[in-house]
């Protein structure tokens, strides 16, 4: 069993670094990818722990992009071979920047809909970057929510009027950026695009491939077996990649495992191969 995508306390999982590593040896992963939103800080701080523990490791990053400025796109990068350069951690400080501004704008934004959230009370729930997850937690401990799917619903969805649209680069520049810096940028969970055409979400994701995409996550928690086949499918028809992870976040999404997702998931191990090559 192979894992590709999770989250760490460095972005908006519940486990540290540490802790992840040592879930996924007890876990007995062949592989762990760890892709914190906008930070190579869980990873780094994994790296030493995983070693000890025999545990191969990927470096990864899950960057929130823009398709056609429309159209919000997470985008996973991995850095199979070497590691990422300096250049490319310095643009990552931006990224930082620009959620940390659509945090300020989603705090005010909570306070004119009468749920009063300081961003100051945000951050203390974050180690260093603050997202939805965390609002979604101090808007269910201060009472304003009975839980967090409550708290998306009705505040931080991308439907729901507390939504704050975040700056963010748009996919063809993102796309270009980890190239640049020796990573492999892999379109993540394409279910999530929310396109019901086929046609019109093959159509989308070529562009992608144009654009320099090399990758496709077929397989995902959010993802049906028909939805995985559909993108093995594609895949092998735009000569992209294939990666597959649960998208792990611990507490804040409590329903899925580290490795077997809704426990349905099974990585094929080989994908770690394809993207080592
Ligand atoms: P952010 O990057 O701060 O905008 O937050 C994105 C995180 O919020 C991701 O981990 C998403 O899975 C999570 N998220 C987005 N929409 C929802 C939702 N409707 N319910 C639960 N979690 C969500
Ligand atoms: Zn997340
Ligand atoms: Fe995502
Ligand atoms: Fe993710």
Not at 144 to 160: I, P, W
Not at 237 to 254: E, I, M, R, W
């Amino acid at each position: 069993m192979i894992d590709l995508h999770t989250h760490t306390s460095e972005s908006d999982g519940s486990l540290s670094p540490r802790e992840l590593v040592e879930l996924a040896a007890r876990l007995k992963l062949e592989a762990l990818g760890i892709t914190d939103h906008d930070t190579l800080a869980g990873y780094d701080r994994a790296a030493g722990y995983a070693k000890a523990a025999g545990l191969e490791i990927v470096c990864g990053i899950e960057l929130t992009t823009r398709w056609e400025g429309r159209k919000t796109v997470h985008l996973l990068g991995y850095f199979a071979g070497e590691l990422p350069s300096a250049d490319f951690r310095e643009w990552l400080i931006e990224m930082q920047a620009q959620r940390r501004e659509r945090n300020e704008r989603l705090a005010a934004r909570l306070c004119e809909l009468g749920a009063t959230v300081r961003l100051e009370e945000v951050e203390a729930l974050g180690r260093s970057l603050a997202g939805r997850p965390h609002f979604a937690r101090l808007l269910v401990q201060k009472g304003y929510c009975s839980n967090t799917d409550e708290a998306f619903r009705m505040y931080l969805d991308e439907s729901a009027p507390g939504y704050v649209e975040r700056n963010a680069p748009s996919t063809a520049f993102a796309i270009q950026q980890l190239l640049e810096a020796g990573g492999i940028p892999v379109l993540a969970h394409p279910v999530r695009l929310g396109i019901r055409d086929t046609v019109l979400e093959e159509r989308m994701i070529c562009g992608m491939t144009e654009a320099g995409l090399a990758g496709i996550e077929a397989f995902h928690s959010d993802h049906s077996a028909s939805d995985a086949a559909r993108y093995e499918a594609l895949a092998r028809k735009l000569a992209l990649k294939v990666t597959g992870g649960s998208d792990f976040h611990g507490d804040p999404k409590p329903d899925i495992a580290l490795g077997s997702g809704r426990r349905n998931l099974n990585i094929p191990v080989d994908l770690l191969r394809q993207l080592r090559d």
